[in-house]
């Protein structure tokens, strides 16, 4: 089961952190990817986490890069997204999901998905 929080209302500029919580498997041996969907657009790919060998491994979208930093804590099962100089077209709602394979950017191979947390950002 996974759990985000930390949505809201912003003006343009502004910051946001997104938290989701997980039961169940431990992050250490999952994807924990972050996506959102806009009205009326497809569910798009901001990024994704995943822990491999020790290492820590962090994926992100083209419209986000620069702008967005993923983060996790793999002993409070949680993975954070910090979304920084946040613009209008930001404006969707986000979900985090959690796959059990390879990295991915695709939804479809997401097997756990979050009730989703709206962001709003105002011009």
């Known amino acids: 089961q996974l759990v985000e929080s930390g949505g809201g209302s912003v003006q343009a500029g502004g910051s946001l952190r997104l938290s989701c919580t997980a039961s169940?498997?431990?992050?250490?041996?999952?994807?924990m990817g972050w996506f959102r969907q806009a009205p009326g657009k497809e569910r798009e790919f901001v990024g994704a986490i995943a822990w491999r060998d020790n290492r820590r491994y962090q994926y992100y979208g083209d419209s986000v890069k620069g702008r967005f930093t993923i983060s996790g804590d793999t002993v409070k099962n949680a993975v954070y997204l910090q979304m920084d100089s946040l613009k209008p077209d930001d404006t969707a709602i986000y979900y985090c999901a959690a796959h059990l394979g390879p990295v991915s950017t695709r939804q479809g191979e997401y097997e756990y998905w979050g009730q989703g947390t709206q962001v709003t950002v105002s011009s």
């Open positions: 169940g498997r431990t992050f250490s041996t999952i994807v």
